[in-house]
Structure formats: C-alpha cells, structure tokens
C-alpha cells in the first residue's frame, strides 16, 4: 500500500520566517496531493492541494510544489503567524472503489510560529 | 459553503452502552467517510460509502457499525466498545469524479471525541 513520509515532526519560526515542510510518497499512481491544517480541538482544514498534472500551486502565503519523479511535495508558508500555528498534515489520494478516494495522511508536522 | 457538521461533540459511553455518532453535509457531496484520530496520530480512514453505498471497510472490529440513511447523512453505530476505541472520529466528504464540481476534495467535520469508560 501508500507510504507517505513527512518531515519535520515539529517545527519551530520566528514570525515573519518562512516555513517549509516536506512529503514523499512511494506509489507512482497517486494523482492528488491535498494539504491539511489541524488546529487544537478541531478537524482538518483543507488549505491548499495539488493534482498531478500541476507542479506548482500558490495561494496568497501558502504555494505546494510537486515533483513526479521523484515523488516528493512541499508545503510553503510565507511571512509566518502566529494564527499559522496548528499540526499540517499531508496526503496522498488514488481513486478507490465506487468512485471515492482514498487519503493516506503523513504522520504531521507540529509548527510554532513565536510572536 | 464547505461545512460539515457531526453530533455529539463530545461522548462518553461505557462497554455496555450502545450510542451513535451523526454527521451531515448539505454540499451535494456523494461520498463520505468516517476517519479515526488518536492524540498526536494522523486520521485513519474506517469506512466510505460512495452513493450512498458502503464501498470501503478497513476491517474496521464489527462493534463499529456505519449507515448512510440518505446522500447527505452517515451515522456510526457503537455497541460493546473497548477503552482503546476512544479517540477523535471525524466525518468527511467529497465529489466523485463525475459527480460534478471538484472532485477528490475531502472537507472534515470537527469531530466527535469519545471517551470509552
């Protein structure tokens, strides 16, 4: 099955800093890669994805880049806040049965973004 | 409106007790999921139903029990659970591919923390 490997664990910025946190993959036939934000006492947040057609994706302070090939993508947040402080989440989706798809979740990155 | 919403918040139910856990979402979505989060631990998917079929189990114990009454509700049944089912359960949904609209994104709900006593 999917293995999905994500690093830091945690990780720690300077407002303002930017933060970076990467994923790699191993099965070729995965095709949407979602990121999601999880804040304390909450359910994840879908905040950026990326399809595989696409090797790079930007909205406002936060862009995903995708490599193929080496079946790696990277979540980018820019002029970090406080408020972007929450465990992120990647996944890699492959249609499933029946029409749905199925998400296998890296194991989250912890970030603290210090006033 | 990308909303989904799940009763209760919170539960807290002993070994004997039977309870259900209910979520819904009104974004014309055709599959939906129920997910299973420990502390400091990714989702971990149970159960999907795609058209209001069930079309994944991950050989999820018998004591959970899903249905999807209609397109827009999915219920967990709970009977004779165990201290180490409780955790965070999530319900999300999405667009199949063809339904219309974008597919493969999952919007989750807040979840349903459920203590096993």
């Known amino acids: 099955g999917e293995n999905v490997e994500q690093h830091p664990s945690t990780l720690s910025v300077q407002e303002g800093d930017s933060a970076v946190i990467k994923c790699t993959y191993s099965?070729?036939?995965?095709?949407?890669f979602p990121w999601y934000k999880q804040e304390l006492g909450k359910g994840p947040q879908l905040i950026i994805d990326?399809?595989?057609?696409?090797g790079e994706k930007k909205d406002q302070r936060i862009a995903v880049t995708l490599n193929k090939t080496a079946k790696h993508f990277s979540l980018h947040i820019t002029e970090t806040q406080p408020e972007d402080s929450a465990v992120y989440f990647c996944?890699?989706?492959?249609?499933?049965?029946?029409?749905?798809?199925?998400?296998?979740f890296g194991k989250g990155t912890k970030l603290t973004v210090n006033p | 409106d990308t909303e989904v919403t799940q009763t209760p918040k919170h539960l807290v139910m002993g070994m004997t007790n039977k309870k259900s856990l209910k979520c819904e979402q009104h974004?014309?979505?055709?599959?939906m999921y129920w997910y299973k989060q420990k502390a400091k631990k990714p989702p971990e998917l149970m159960f999907v139903?795609?058209?209001?079929?069930?079309?994944i189990n991950e050989s999820v114990p018998s004591r959970f029990s899903p249905e999807c009454p209609n397109s827009s509700l999915l219920n967990l049944h709970l009977h004779a659970l165990q201290p180490e089912d409780s955790a965070l359960y999530l319900c999300?949904?999405?667009?199949?591919?063809?339904?219309?609209?974008?597919?493969?994104?999952?919007?989750f709900g807040p979840g349903t923390r459920l203590t096993v006593t």
């Open positions: 099965d070729s036939a995965s095709n949407y």
């Open positions: 139903y795609s058209y209001e079929k069930l079309s």
């Open positions: 974004m014309g979505h055709r599959a």
């Open positions: 996944a890699v989706s492959r249609p499933a049965q029946g029409g749905s798809e199925k998400l296998v």
């Open positions: 990326i399809r595989s057609n696409v």
């Open positions: 999300a949904s999405s667009q199949p591919p063809g339904a219309g609209g974008p597919s493969y994104e999952q919007y």
